[in-house]
């Protein structure tokens, strides 16, 4: 978990100058900031409004995924459209019901974008912006409550038709329904947001981007709210990088297509092994892990492998970003798109998975160290593979 949450610390850090969370905190917006590169897609900056609004701390939030925030009546079908978004790297605004820490539902208007480093054109961040949907007062049968549940005069739910508003509201309702036979409130309808709702989020993330811009100015690692220039080779999108990150074992991807192939990804599990960095590592050839002991022998093995496209399993000697060494059990597989064909522009990727000799035994499932390896090949190639058939089943109902 420490590589983990020194990965959140150095999204924000390495991208932005060391002024920017002040900045961010200063904004009385609700929003979170989340990285698609990390594992989990964590969220690495919440708002102090957000904080207040959903009732959690920052030590609850910071490096969760937002479906923390989703319950039983959230709708599995709006979430889809908010994974779809974010697959297909664009924003998109939904009236999503959401729980409080405590367990309260409310209703928000959930916007979300993209940021895009403008040097490269990659989705470095998700901003989510949270609008609560104002309630007005709307009839209940002649019966009607105030907003805090104290009155029997006006009923306070606006647009959001049937939603329980507060634990005040609800053992009212429990009441009215007892004494009155009325219908219990519920939330099973959908709170729809208004042109208010829908301005202050478009203002709200409009001042995000503003100071997350200037902020990357001071670094030299240039942001912007659209892509500016096409995504250099060897990008990986937000929606594989996702997927990748629910693999826990050491590896990386390698594309073969670019000069020198260079390395395209790199787990977190990976990063923990040899102390690198990411962008350390991310456009470096697979040989940055090699020494000066490093057998020659047992490279030429995997130069030769990766012609004849097979797969290949060795033991050899690895060092990490601080030259301390170690036996690397590595295996390196080709990794095919959706047609599967055997023809080298049919190959996608090359995968090597490293498990270190000292740790090969300590596996809590009891798999062997080649079960986990051929695990972490087959969970590559499911990401991949889904990968590229949605988008040509994307492209197809396009055209």
């Known amino acids: 978990m420490d590589s983990k949450l020194g990965l959140i610390q150095q999204s924000v850090n390495t991208r932005y100058s060391q002024w920017v969370r002040d900045a961010l905190d200063e904004l009385p917006d609700n929003f979170t900031i989340t990285d698609p590169s990390i594992s989990g897609h964590p969220i690495v900056f919440a708002s102090r409004g957000f904080l207040k609004m959903s009732g959690y701390s920052q030590e609850e939030v910071i490096g969760q995924n937002g479906k923390i925030f989703q319950g039983p009546k959230t709708n599995r079908r709006t979430v889809m459209e908010i994974r779809e978004a974010i697959r297909e790297e664009r924003g998109i605004q939904v009236n999503l019901l959401n729980y409080r820490k405590d367990g309260t539902p409310f209703w928000m208007l959930f916007h979300l974008s993209p940021i895009f480093g403008k040097e490269d054109g990659r989705v470095t961040h998700f901003v989510a912006v949270q609008v609560p949907i104002s309630r007005k007062q709307r009839r209940n049968g002649g019966v009607s409550l105030s907003e805090d549940g104290s009155g029997l005069n006006e009923i306070v739910f606006g647009s959001c038709r049937k939603e329980v508003c507060s634990d005040s509201l609800l053992e009212l309702g429990r009441v009215l329904s007892l004494d009155s036979g009325s219908k219990v409130l519920d939330i099973e309808e959908t709170c729809e947001a208004g042109d208010f709702e829908k301005r202050r989020a478009a203002s709200a993330y409009n001042t995000i981007l503003s100071v997350l811009t200037h902020y990357s100015e001071l670094t030299g690692r240039l942001v912007c709210g659209k892509r500016c220039s096409v995504p250099a080779a ?75 496209e097979q797969a290949c399993t060795v033991r050899i000697l690895s060092y990490r970003k601080d030259k301390s060494s170690f036996w690397n059990c590595l295996h390196l597989s080709p990794v095919r798109n959706a047609s599967g064909k055997i023809t080298s522009v049919q190959i996608a990727y090359y995968v090597g998975v490293q498990i270190e000799e000292e740790c090969k035994n300590q596996d809590r499932h009891g798999l062997s160290p080649e079960m986990r390896q051929l695990s972490a090949v087959g969970a590559v190639k499911v990401a991949v593979r889904s990968l590229s058939m949605g988008a040509s089943l994307a492209g197809s109902s396009k055209s």
Do not use: W
């Open 234 to 308: 060897g990008y990986i999108s937000s929606s594989l990088n996702i997927s990748l990150g629910r693999i826990k074992q050491s590896f990386v991807l390698i594309d073969p297509h670019l000069p020198d192939m260079p390395i395209v990804y790199a787990s977190d599990a990976f990063l923990k092994l040899t102390g690198y960095d990411r962008h350390d590592v991310l456009g470096c050839n697979f040989g940055v892990l090699d020494g000066v002991d490093t057998d020659p022998s047992t490279l030429h093995e995997i130069k030769e492998s990766i012609q004849t």
